[in-house]
């Protein structure tokens, strides 16, 4: 979780592919109406979040029902929203990447072909809900390589490779 440009698509990816998981970005969930809306510099609200995030979850289970591990990038930036995710999922475990706004900015504005403007970079860190203890939340600093967050992250969720 995060906020956007934040590397989860990056680091959720390597995790996947260190575990042999599955790896999903919510943002492939998001209906054209929604994606068009961000793209006109708009932020979503509640109301176009709730179908995206039930139809993320639809995802995830159907991605780990042959019983591998899923791991998804999805921004989930209020307790609300990552409420809705678990009580599909029952378990879900959490990193949170997170670091300082210019650091965020200056990624997204070295990425190319993204529908996402940096004008929402505000409303985005606006909307942040940080998790609570309660959600056991890992915190990864971007400042470090995303090879580095994938391994502490690995370690943390006790996950290896699985042995061939
Ligand atoms: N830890 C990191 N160190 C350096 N660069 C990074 C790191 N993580 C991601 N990046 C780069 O930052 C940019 C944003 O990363 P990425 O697209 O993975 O973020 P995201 O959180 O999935 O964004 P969004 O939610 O907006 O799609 C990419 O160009 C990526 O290569
Ligand atoms: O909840 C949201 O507002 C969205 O998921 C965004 O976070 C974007 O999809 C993503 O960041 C793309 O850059």
Same mark, same amino acid.
């Given at each position: 979780m995060g906020v956007c440009g934040t590397g989860k698509t990056t680091v959720a990816r390597l995790v996947a592919e260190a575990v042999d998981g599955v790896f999903l970005d919510?943002?492939?969930?998001? *209906?054209p109406e929604n994606v068009a809306h961000m793209a006109a510099g708009l932020p979503l609200n509640d109301e176009m979040r709730w179908d995206w995030l039930d139809l993320v979850a639809k995802g995830v289970i159907e991605a780990g029902c042959d019983g591998r591990t899923v791991v998804f990038a999805c921004s989930a930036l209020k307790h609300s929203y990552r409420d809705r995710l678990r009580q599909s999922l029952g378990v879900m475990h959490l990193a949170h990447l997170t670091g300082p706004r210019d650091l965020i900015a200056e990624r997204m504005a070295a990425r190319?072909?993204?529908?996402? *403007?940096?004008?929402l970079l505000d409303s985005q860190l606006a909307d942040l809900e940080m998790p609570g203890p309660d959600e056991a939340p890992l915190s990864c600093d971007i400042r470090e390589a995303p090879e580095a967050l994938c391994a502490q992250i690995l370690n943390a969720w006790g996950l290896t490779a699985p042995q061939v």
């Open positions: 919510a943002d492939d969930f998001h *209906p190319e072909n993204h529908y996402m *403007p940096i004008a």
